[in-house]
Structures are given as structure tokens and as C-alpha cells.
């Protein structure tokens, strides 16, 4: 199954890095640990993409990182961006998740918006709880389930076999139309922009292309992945879930975090 090129697009936002980007990063995965600081953790990135979250992990004083994608450019990427923190106990490696090695366990794995482009979303979470330490936790983010989601698996497939010319084109009306659907609704589309960078420190475009593109694709509700999550052996502790809607402008990613039943 061919996959669609998410290190090409990470590679140029790697370039808007900066420090208030990196601050959202941290503030993210403060809330979603619930801890100030993950000194003496251990952190798995799967699918570290920019690595911005390697990152955010880094500043917050972790023990020692194994960052991971199956995107060759996203490695360079994660490597270009992380030797800037001359951080030493960090291992960035091309590697497909379903290959880890089970008996290498970790406080923290961590997999933001990543899985459900595996291609078999279900095994891949199931692959993600085998590497999670006895008292460690495992932070998922995966698209909600929409109404639409079946028509948004047929627009991937177009976008990421298309040519950039075709590709450019939906993406101008994809924008076109959430300014257009803004503007009904009396919200300000700059002060949008300018605020987006509080989500984990990205950028509206870049997750536009990323949206548009992102094939295979799987989404998931939250009673499902509960469910799931339970037959597993583990437990929700806590959640963010984005608005429940329709789905015209696709879903956003709920967040999770497990950890095992006692």
C-alpha cells in the first residue's frame, strides 16, 4: 500500500520551529501527562514526523528518547531538528512500528495522529501497548469518527496519487471554503491562524496538506477505542476529545492516555 509522503511536508514546517512553537509543544504534553516534568522517563516518539515532540520531551528533561517513523525524510528531519538540542541519549531511526522489539519497554509512548495511517489501525494500537512499561502510559491521538469519513478516505486516495498541480487546487478550495464557512459563522480566519500555533505548536497550512493527503486513513469513536483499549488490559485516565460534528472539513484528533489495570 502506498503511503502518503507526510515527511515532505514536516520537512517544510520544520523550518517554522521556533521557540514559542516549541513552548505550545511542551504545554501539550504537559496536559497530556499530567506531569511538570518527565525527568528519569524513557519516551518512544511513533512516527515522530518533525520531530517537534522529541522535542517538547527533551525540554521536559526525559531519560532517553527512541524516535521512530517510517519516512525516510522524516528521520532526516527529526535528526536535523533534534541535534540542535545536543542531546545525547536519542536514537532516530527508520522503522516501521509493527518490526519494535517488544522486550524494549518504555514510561512514555507517545503517537500523535499517526496510527490510523498504518494501514491496520487496530494492530498498531495493539503493537503500541506491548512496548508500554509496567507503570508507564501510552498517549494516543486518532481521528473521531465522522458521518463522512468514507468519502473522506476516497478524497486521500485522489490527493495523495495526484499530481502537485491537482493537488494545490483542492487544497485552495478546501481553504477557500472553511475561510467562506468562517465568515457565515462571524469568526475572524486571521485571528484563527494566529492562534493555531496553540495546537501543539503546528501550522494551519501545513496541517491542511496533511489532513488532505493523509492516506490510509482509519478513524475511530470513543466508545470504540474504550472498548478496545479494555480488552487490552488497559485503562483510560484521561481525554480530550475535539467537538462532535458532521465531519464536511473532516475530524479533528481525540486525545487519549492509558495506562495498564492493576
Known amino acids: 500500500m502506498k503511503h502518503f509522503k507526510f515527511g515532505e511536508n514536516w520537512k517544510n514546517f520544520s523550518n517554522l520551529i521556533d521557540n514559542n512553537r516549541l513552548k505550545e509543544a511542551v504545554t501539550s504534553l504537559k496536559k497530556l501527562t499530567n506531569k511538570k516534568s518527565l525527568n528519569n522517563l524513557s519516551f518512544l516518539d511513533i512516527g515522530c514526523g518533525s520531530g517537534l515532540s522529541s522535542l517538547a520531551a527533551i525540554q521536559l528533561n526525559c531519560k532517553k528518547i527512541y524516535a521512530i517513523d517510517q519516512d525516510e525524510q522524516s528521520i532526516k528531519t527529526t535528526k536535523k531538528v533534534l541535534q540542535k538540542s545536543r542531546f545525547k541519549k536519542v536514537k532516530v531511526e527508520k522503522k516501521d512500528l509493527f518490526t519494535l522489539n517488544e522486550k524494549e519497554k518504555f514510561d512514555i509512548v507517545y503517537s500523535w495522529g499517526v496510527l490510523h495511517h498504518t494501514g491496520n489501525m487496530l494492530e498498531a494500537i495493539k503493537k503500541s501497548t506491548k512496548m508500554v512499561s509496567k507503570n508507564g502510559m501510552l498517549i494516543l491521538a486518532l481521528y473521531k469518527k465522522t458521518n ?104 479533528g484528533c481525540d486525545e487519549y492516555v492509558f495506562k495498564l489495570k492493576k
Open 148 to 251: 463522512l469519513c468514507n468519502l473522506w478516505k476516497i478524497e486521500k486516495y485522489i490527493y495523495k496519487s495526484s499530481p502537485k498541480m491537482i493537488q494545490n487546487f483542492i487544497k485552495n478550495l478546501f481553504i477557500f471554503l472553511f475561510k467562506l464557512a468562517m465568515i457565515l459563522k462571524r469568526k475572524n480566519f486571521s485571528n484563527y491562524i494566529y492562534d493555531y500555533k496553540k495546537k501543539r505548536g503546528m501550522d494551519f497550512y501545513h496541517d491542511v496538506h496533511d489532513w488532505l493527503g493523509g492516506y490510509p486513513y482509519e478513524s475511530i469513536s470513543f466508545e470504540e477505542i474504550s472498548k478496545i483499549m479494555d480488552k487490552f488490559g488497559y485503562k483510560m485516565i484521561r481525554s480530550f476529545q475535539v467537538k462532535k460534528q458532521i465531519g464536511f472539513f473532516g475530524t
